[in-house]
C-alpha cells in the first residue's frame, strides 16, 4: 500500500488505524489484527530496550527491530500493511543530509516504506521537505514528542491559546511541506476536531480524542503488557499479569 492511499481512507471516511510492532511476534499480531499501518515507533527502546525514554535508541537498532518486524509478515507483500519507522533522536536533527542517509538506510535495509519525525521547527520542515524531494514519504508528529521530553515532559500540550496556534501553524506547515500524515498525541480533543477539518492529510490521533481520521496506539500499551501505562492508553487486557501468572502456573508445575 502507498502511503497516499490513507488519504484515500480519509476521503472516503474510513477510519485508519494503524499499531506499533517491534518484533516479529508483535508484527504478526498487528498484522493478524488486520491494522493499515504498522510503526516501528522508537517508544520501542522503552518497550523493547528497558530504557526509561526514547532517546537512547540507535538507528542501527530502529533497523535491526525493522527488519525484524518485516520477518513477521505472513500476508503476500501486497496484502500487508503499510510500515513507518521512527527516525530516532540525532537521526535527523544534525542536518539534511545525515537525515536523509539515515532514512534511506532504513527503506533500503528493511520494510519500512515510510519514517515519521518529530516536531515542526523550520529545521524540521527543511528536513521532510529535502526528504520527499527524494522520494521518501514523511509522517509527521505534533503534541507531545517525546523526543523533546527534557523541554515538554509527558504532559497534555496545547493546553492554552499561544500553544494551540503554535499547534495549527505546525500542522499546516506540515501538510505544507508534503506530509502524508499527521500523528497528534496527547492533546485536547478540540485541536484533532479542527485540525481533521481543516487539512487534506490524516490527522491520526493518540491521546487526542475520538474526532480524527485515525488513531495509533502502542501495541504494548493496548495489550497491558508495559509496567507504566500513559494516562491516555487504555490496555484492552492485564496481559503482563496473564503472562506472569501463566509461566507461575509452569514454575509450580514442575516443581510439585
Ligand atoms: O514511538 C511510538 O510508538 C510513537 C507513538 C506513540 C505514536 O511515536
Not at 17 to 24: E, G, K, M, P, R
Not at 185 to 203: A, Q
Amino acid at each position: 500500500m502507498l502511503s497516499t492511499e490513507l488519504t484515500r481512507f480519509k476521503e472516503i471516511g474510513r477510519v485508519i488505524t494503524i499499531l506499533t510492532a517491534w518484533d516479529s511476534i508483535s508484527a504478526s499480531f498487528v498484522e493478524a489484527a488486520g491494522a493499515d499501518v504498522v510503526l516501528v515507533g522508537d517508544s520501542l527502546a522503552m518497550v523493547a530496550l528497558g530504557h526509561s525514554t526514547t532517546l537512547p535508541v540507535t538507528l542501527e537498532q530502529m533497523l535491526h527491530h525493522t527488519q525484524a518486524v518485516g520477518r513477521g509478515f505472513s500476508n503476500a507483500p501486497e496484502k500487508q500493511p503499510l510500515v513507518v519507522c521512527d527516525l530516532p533522536f540525532l537521526s535527523y536533527q544534525c542536518g539534511e543530509d545525515k537525515a536523509v542517509s539515515a532514512a534511506g538506510t532504513l527503506l533500503k535495509h528493511s520494510c519500512a516504506s515510510a519514517v515519521k519525525i518529530e516536531g515542526a521547527e523550520t529545521e524540521t520542515l527543511l528536513v521532510i521537505q529535502r526528504l520527499i524531494r527524494m522520494g521518501i514519504p514523511v509522517m509527521g508528529h505534533l503534541g507531545l514528542t517525546p523526543q523533546s521530553v527534557h523541554q515538554l515532559g509527558y504532559k497534555r500540550q496545547a493546553e492554552n491559546k499561544n500553544g494551540q496556534d503554535k499547534l495549527f501553524h505546525q500542522a499546516i506547515q506540515l501538510e505544507k511541506a508534503g506530509c502524508f500524515s499527521i500523528v497528534l498525541e496527547h492533546v485536547p480533543n478540540e485541536i484533532s476536531r479542527k485540525l481533521k477539518v481543516d487539512l487534506k492529510i490524516p490527522i491520526i490521533g493518540i491521546g487526542a480524542g475520538n474526532d480524527c481520521d485515525g488513531q495509533i496506539r502502542v501495541t504494548a500499551d493496548l495489550l497491558g503488557l508495559t509496567k507504566k501505562q500513559p494516562p491516555f492508553a487504555k490496555p484492552l487486557i492485564s496481559g503482563r499479569q496473564i503472562c506472569i501468572d501463566a509461566l507461575k502456573g509452569w514454575v509450580q508445575s514442575q516443581r510439585s
